[in-house]
């Protein structure tokens, strides 16, 4: 899941908006298989999301 706050990260350095959006989307899909998944409990993900939400 960091690769793809990495990659937001990285677009935002060179000003790609779109680019950045599309990372951000793609992390709140890994934390949405994580509660799928169990690995994560809803009430974690939904910091996870909120925060990414902030970036």
């Known amino acids: 899941m960091c690769a793809a706050l990495d990659a937001a990260e990285r677009a935002e350095e060179m000003g790609d908006a779109?680019?950045?959006a599309a990372a951000i989307h793609a992390?709140?899909?890994r934390v949405n298989a994580a509660v799928i998944s169990r690995s994560l409990t809803p009430a974690r993900a939904a910091i996870l999301k909120k925060l990414a939400a902030a970036l």
Do not use: E, L, P, Q
């Open 27 to 29: 992390y709140v899909m």
């Open 18 to 20: 779109t680019a950045k």
